[in-house]
């Protein structure tokens, strides 16, 4: 049986030509700065993004953790969005790495507001905790693929920088905002002290995420990096999959969205599913089981016995991802299974 597996673009495997990429890389020792195909992807990233330097990360998790470990100091406080990764998946790192305390905030479809952080802001007058850096998402992975409305950011940015806080973007599917909006990655990036964006997602290399900002935040990084265990060395072979990602995939990551956008319309409403159709917006599609007579644990076990793969998303939900390895074919035969298991 076919497996039409949704669970996540993180599922990917290299295509034939991202492997002869790889194949063929010249490689060299990073710790040294002396790998070619670091080199030259770090610069195409730093280019992409609007900013003096980039590096190149194991993961997202650990591009996070190094952005707030350079951006804070031990005791300061980080503000970000209740649903967030940072939050939600990254085992409680800040707590552990960097010795900050988050505050999490509640965001309409995973999105904060500058007039929701100015709010919250703790000063410098406050004898308590001092607020010295704001993460953002975007997409944001928990509310379902949104992006994060630009303007926004501009007016988060400025309010920030007239407070003295550090801004930081997780663009870990900063690439599907990009192309759900025709707006360019710098644009985005230019709002924030520092950004990262990952390359083993709907861009389908294997590993590796970039980190990005002035010389100063990378020269701290590397060695942030270096306190995580992520100096690498003939790590050529994994940039050369991440250089063929971003000159072969990124514009196919519509094809991605188009694909959700159908998936979400098919499925809305089949059996008691809902899904907020106006937070279908990239790749991802979060479904509510709220009044299905089938439970999560139900309906993705019926699912799985039909040949589709989705994952569980909280009490009530479960979430499905279109990515480059699941073709539209692969779509309609999911909506078919769908139906099937949904209306027993």
């Given at each position: ?256 969205h188009r694909r959700a956008r159908y998936l979400a319309e098919e499925i809305n409403g089949l059996g008691g599913i809902e899904i907020d159709m106006d937070a279908v917006q990239t790749n991802i599609v979060v479904m509510s ?6 439970t999560v644990p139900q309906a993705i076990e019926g699912l799985k016995k039909e040949g589709v793969l989705v994952v569980p998303f909280g009490h009530q939900r479960i979430r499905a991802v279109t990515h480059l390895d699941v ?18």
């Amino acid at each position: 049986m076919d497996i039409i597996d949704l669970r996540s673009d993180t599922v990917t495997k290299p295509s034939r030509g991202m492997r002869k990429a790889i194949s063929k890389a010249a490689v060299g020792d990073d710790g040294f700065g002396e790998d070619p195909t670091v080199n030259r992807l770090q610069e195409m990233a730093a280019e992409l993004l609007g900013k003096e330097e980039a590096l190149f990360t194991a993961s997202g998790t650990m591009s996070n953790q190094i952005a707030i470990k350079v951006l804070t100091n031990p005791g300061d406080e980080v503000i970000l969005e209740v649903d967030s990764h940072t939050f939600n998946y990254e085992s409680g790192a800040p707590a552990v790495i960097s010795r900050v305390q988050l505050r999490p905030l509640k965001g309409k479809r995973g999105m904060l507001t500058a007039e929701q952080i100015a709010q919250t802001i703790r000063g410098p007058e406050t004898p308590y905790l001092e607020t010295k850096l704001v993460c953002l998402e975007n997409t944001h992975n928990r509310a379902g693929g949104t992006v994060f409305p630009l303007e926004e950011m501009k007016k988060i940015g400025d309010l920030c920088r007239a407070k003295g806080i550090r801004v930081y973007l997780d663009g870990a599917r900063l690439f599907n905002a990009s192309v759900a909006t025709g707006i360019s990655l710098a644009e985005y990036a230019r709002n924030c002290d520092a950004v990262s964006v990952c390359l083993s997602k709907g861009l389908g290399a294997p590993v590796g995420s970039l980190l990005a900002g002035d010389k100063e935040f990378i020269r701290r990084a590397k060695k942030a990096r270096k306190l995580l265990g992520g100096g690498m060395r003939q790590v050529g072979i994994l940039a050369a999959a991440g250089i063929y990602a971003l000159e072969n995939n990124l514009g196919r990551l519509a094809e991605d969205h188009r694909r959700a956008r159908y998936l979400a319309e098919e499925i809305n409403g089949l059996g008691g599913i809902e899904i907020d159709m106006d937070a279908v917006q990239t790749n991802i599609v979060v479904m509510s089981l709220a009044n299905c007579k089938l439970t999560v644990p139900q309906a993705i076990e019926g699912l799985k016995k039909e040949g589709v793969l989705v994952v569980p998303f909280g009490h009530q939900r479960i979430r499905a991802v279109t990515h480059l390895d699941v073709s539209l074919k692969d779509i309609r035969k999911a909506v078919e299974i769908f139906r099937r298991v949904f209306a027993r």
